[in-house]
Nanobody, 127 residues
Framework: QVQLVESGGGLVQAGGSLRLSCTVS????????MGWFRQAPGKEREFVAH????????NYADSVKGRFTISRDNAKNTVYLQMNSLKPEDTAVYYC????????????????????WGQGTQVTVSS
């Protein structure tokens, strides 16, 4: 079975940084785009960042542009989310997800575009 495992969450002060990692097993990692989503209590799961299967294109939610960077290391079957200049409103459970379409040329921020999800890692930003 396909499994995604996130790590790297924790408690950080506003203005600080964290790097989240997500390791994928059970499918050819390099053939699928990857995304990061987050969900705060009482809120819907929202798109954060995406990287194409080729690693040559990325997309970000407006709320994190200029602060977050998504990257991937195919040798480690891992996607990363570097989070800088963190704000209290970034507090949420962060989930990584593997794109549904094989080597797709398209991008969408909708969660339905992803068929496998990790368990999530908590990020808490204090003021």
């Amino acid at each position: 079975q396909v499994q995604l495992v996130e790590s790297g969450g924790g408690l950080v002060q506003a203005g600080g940084s964290l790097r989240l990692s997500c390791t994928v097993s059970g499918r050819t990692f390099s053939s699928y785009g990857m995304g990061w989503f987050r969900q705060a209590p009482g809120k819907e799961r929202e798109f954060v960042a995406h990287i194409s299967w080729t690693g040559t294109s990325t997309n970000y939610a407006d709320s994190v542009k200029g602060r977050f960077t998504i990257s991937r290391d195919n040798a480690k079957n891992t996607v990363y989310l570097q989070m800088n200049s963190l704000k209290p409103e970034d507090t949420a459970v962060y989930y990584c997800a593997s794109e549904r379409r094989f080597r797709t040329a398209y991008f969408t921020m909708g969660p339905d575009a992803y068929d496998y999800w990790g368990q999530g890692t908590q990020v808490t930003v204090s003021s």
